[in-house]
């Protein structure tokens, strides 16, 4: 107790009278409010706000999403790009496979390898300012040898910045489209192939009027002749009829000469040149066309419109987004609709995890939930879930429980030449149990490209 007195008794007289005078300078700073920190940016500090209050929920509930596009996406194909851009393999490829001072012709190697179907390979060129600084010229062919093959050469004219006229042949002939029977309860088990020989040569004008609200109006002929096909042990389409799973389909080996006429409009309250935000878009479209090889007289209307709503989570193109859409195709005339030419869903159309074709008849009814984001420079992922199906004239046998679901998860490339990957599956209908019993895997350039 002797030598605790006598140390604190040393350290009162070690303290002087100016450290006395600091401390008690530095109590009465103490005490006095600190001063807010400036703004030395001139911005204001941020304050939580309702839209990010309410998007917690959304953020909690995409977080599996979230760590998908991160972790297994964006991230190893962002370190992939950086070594590819430190290793100057882009730079090196761009100028073997771009000509000229300005890199204005060019060529790529193409494929498309998609699941149930034959493969191929081919080229895509490209003629920048090929006859005026505001031309493009574009060369796309693809063949698998002795079965299928599709070409198409695009020749588009910028005429401001707000307007572009585009026009464009396309031809393929492939063996090994789908066929499983008209109606929403059509049959995975009744899959049918058949052959489609198609050429369409078509002008388009396509005109912006206001951020990404625009109107398409397009004139063309196209020449269909449908055939029997094949692909591995699949039956083609006119045997399987024969077994009385459906009938045999209006327009089969009968071909078809249809000049046509398609107008659509846009309304998107989007920026045009932004990536992502939040906004709406509505859609509405209607095509005429007619056989003049047949029934001169006859002829089909098809027409459709949608919905779409987004929400950019983040500013940074990360969009959620709800659709809803419908179509129907009337004849005109005494004669059916080739088949060919109905309502169809599947492959590039709205269901994607469905193979090209699958669900066809005279209208649909879809809704969908969609999240895109982008994963890398020229690089966008999708992840989205559809529930709908096709139905009968003028929706006729609509029913919820007749609708299917198709998710799938994809990425695809932004630049002139669409390159994607979709990995998806459908189910059967809700009534059925919803099983899963399609599965569809596709990589390379789209088949409606």
Known sequence: MRVTSLALAALLLAISPTALAQSNDTAKHDATPKRAVPSYDGRKQSKPIAKEIALWPLRIL???????????????????????????????????????PDHKI???????????????????????????????LFLHVELWPDDWFAESITDRWRIDSHDTLQIRAKAFK?????????????????????????????????????????????????????????????????????????????????????????FAATFDTRPRKSIGGSGIRLQAQAEGGGDVEHAPASGWIRWGGAARAFLDLDDRGRVISVAAATESAEPVGDQPI??????????????HGYFPGRLVDRSMAVAQLQYSWPVGPWIDGTIEGTIGNVFGEHWTGFDAKLFRVSADIGLTTTNDLPIEIV???????IERGATVNSFRLSLGVPRAF
């Open 62 to 100: 995409l977080s599996p999403l979230y760590f998908t596009s991160e972790y297994l996406l964006r991230r190893p194909i962002g370190g992939a790009i950086t070594a590819a851009e430190n290793g100057k393999v882009f730079e090196n490829l761009y100028n073997f496979f771009a000509f000229g």
């Open 106 to 136: 060019g060529f790529a190697p193409v494929a498309l390898v998609e699941f149930g179907f034959n493969p191929s390979v081919g080229v895509w060129g490209f003629y920048n300012g090929a006859f005026t600084k505001k031309n493009d």
């Open 174 to 262: 492939r063996p090994d489209e789908v066929f499983y029977g008209l109606g929403p309860n059509s049959a995975q088990f009744d899959q049918s192939r058949f052959t489609e020989a198609y050429f369409d040569a078509s002008a388009m004008v396509d005109s912006y009027l206001w951020r990404r609200t625009h109107l398409e109006a397009q004139a063309g002929v196209r020449k269909v002749d449908v055939s029997p096909g094949h692909y591995g042990s699949d039956p083609s389409l006119e045997v399987e009829s024969r077994t009385g799973v459906f009938p045999l389909p209006f327009g089969f080996n009968r071909g078809y000469l249809a000049p046509y006429g398609r």
């Open 338 to 351: 080739p088949f060919t030419e109905l309502v169809t869903l599947g492959g590039d159309t709205w269901m």
């Open 423 to 429: 990995l998806g599956f459908g189910t059967d209908t």
